[in-house]
């Protein structure tokens, strides 16, 4: 393989970055398990602040479209990538104390996950919440200094009238991605609930399936939050120099 060899960035590919395992603590006393993703030779111009999918249904820090942000991004678009394993919630990173909460006692793991970016000086946070993640997204992230948010495949499930009313008022951006095949919120269900939501930006995604299986939906979706939040970097490249994949010490 010579030096100028490229890859196609795929699922299992991981781009240099600065990793670090990470532990938050929140206010009623227990230790969250995670992980913080940087670019490697630079400060970060923003950060995601990942929230994953139902953890009864088997949903955890590594779900796939979070893992391949943090694989991909710190590299690809300047981007910090805090992803964690809420209350309860177990991979092969370890497993944080507690249990699941329904949505309700995860308003505290929300609150130390921003906490944490807070005291690391972490910039420009907005948090990327998938299924079960955009409930809490939704539900308490207006409790903190957040550039906007992002939410992929909202069940809407959890999330009362009441709290999806307080962004009507919200000054940060939020982006929705519905999927076409979603299981739970079809594209003409979300635009009734979501009516009135000034600063939303709803994609209604073809062919798109809740879990966005595929690297074609994996690409989409990552292409969308980059919109987002840094849309200098785009177009993502989709190969990459083979001989500096090598791992990345801190």
Known sequence: ???????EIRAGVELPARREEVELRTDDGLRLVGELAQPADRAPVATLVTLH???????????????????RL????????????????????????????????????????????????????????WSFGTELALKYGLEHGIAGAILLSPPL???????LARWRSATVPMVAL?????????????????EGLPNLTRIDVEGGKHLWVGESQTRRVLDEIVRAVNPSALPLPTEWPAASLAPTQD
């Open 157 to 163: 499930h959890r999330t009362s009238e009441e709290e």
């Open 178 to 194: 519905i999927p076409e095949h979603d299981d739970y919120l079809k594209p003409a269900e979300a635009a009734q609930r979501f």
């Open 74 to 129: 710190p590299a690809l678009a300047d981007l910090a990538v805090l992803r964690f394993n809420t209350r309860g919630t177990s991979s092969p990173r370890g497993t944080s104390d507690g249990e699941f909460g329904h949505g309700v006692s995860e308003r505290a793991d929300v609150a130390a996950a921003m906490r944490f970016v807070a005291e690391r000086g972490l910039p420009n946070p907005w948090l990327v919440g």
């Open 53 to 71: 999918p139902l953890p009864t249904a088997g949903g955890f820090m590594d779900s796939h479209i979070l893992r391949k942000a943090a694989a």
């Open 1 to 7: 393989m010579t030096d100028d060899t490229m890859i």
